[in-house]
């Protein structure tokens, strides 16, 4: 047995769909993987298979999907470590999605709030949209996984992937692990800095709502100092009635390694120019050597794409495992040779 026999299994995901991954993804999810990595046998994957649920150009898709192997790297993923790789090279994650769509309930799906709210705003709504959670289901299933470190929004994916593993389980005996959501409290939901009653995103309608990990420092400064706040002047944690300030304590103690407790202490009496000016130069500092890292490993391509055919070919030793007990399991005949 190898030590990465023993370590537990954790896996997660991203969608390609921008050119540069938010300080959401990043604070919600992203900075969990990098030490995850040596606790853990960790597959990350930027899942190119869901990013095209929603319209997309392929030229583009193509190029995002290098871009953001390029800025996990970036931000510290090694892969001596970790597996990281791209899902359409993977097949066994579709194969994988139509067996566990055939355990999903129609209404079950319905009831995915991602999957309302993305269609919400949609002209044309399709299959593969619907189908979405069971995608992702089976990334997660394949892996054997145990730990998945996401933001709070995909609590309920993760719930229909417990459901649909314990639901194949009884019906077909034990075939997979049933993983468990590894969410951060204090950074599970990152908000928008114009609106922030909502989560920060890419399709937030404000250009200054959001913040990119590959943003230049002089818009990462606009950007914080144009942030929501309050008429009040108080530095002062309250989610209900200053989700603003808030939301920029929870940015500020995440990346600035400290307490939301010790900023409120810092900042009694100052008011919020000083508080903005400091949080934005601990965002600069934080987030702007991503930007030349991720440079350099979009500079040598063909390193690039070595990285991402080793995490393939070592994400599909354990998928094909897990796919031929399914594919046992259910009565079909074993997979062909990919
Ligand atoms: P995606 O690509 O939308 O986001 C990637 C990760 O970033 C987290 N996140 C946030 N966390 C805190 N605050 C925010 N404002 C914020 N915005 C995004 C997300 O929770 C996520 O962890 N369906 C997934 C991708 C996926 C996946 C998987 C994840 C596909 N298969 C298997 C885990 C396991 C998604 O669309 O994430």
Known sequence: MTTADRKPRAFSGIQPTSDSFHLGNYLGALRQWVPIQDTADAFYCVVDLHAITV??????????????AAQLLA???????CSLFVQSQVPEHPMLAWILGC???FGEAGRMTQFKDKSAKQERTTVGLFTYPVLQAADILLYQTEQVPVGEDQRQHL??????????NTT????????????????????DLSEPEKKMSKSSPSPRGC????DEPGQIRKKIKSAVTDSEAEVRYDVERKPGVSNLLNIYAALGDTTVAKLEA????????DFKGDLAEVVVE?????????????????????????GAERARQVASRTLAKAYKKVGFFPPAAL
């Open 266 to 273: 810092e900042y009694a009496g100052k008011g919020y120019g």
């Open 103 to 105: 355990e999903t309930g």
């Open 55 to 68: 319209d997309h150009e392929p030229k583009v898709l193509h190029e995002r999907s290098r871009v953001s």
């Open 172 to 191: 077909y005996g034990s075939t997979f692990k049933v993983p468990e959501a590894r969410i951060v409290k204090e950074t599970a939901t990152i908000k």
């Open 211 to 214: 913040v990119y990990l590959l």
């Open 286 to 310: 934080a987030i702007g050597p991503i930007t030349r890292r991720t440079k350099e490993y979009l500079a040598d391509r063909a390193e690039l794409d070595r990285i991402l055919a080793q």
């Open 159 to 168: 719930e229909l992937s417990r459901d649909l593993a314990v639901r194949f």
């Open 75 to 81: 931000l510290g993923l090694d892969p001596e470590k």
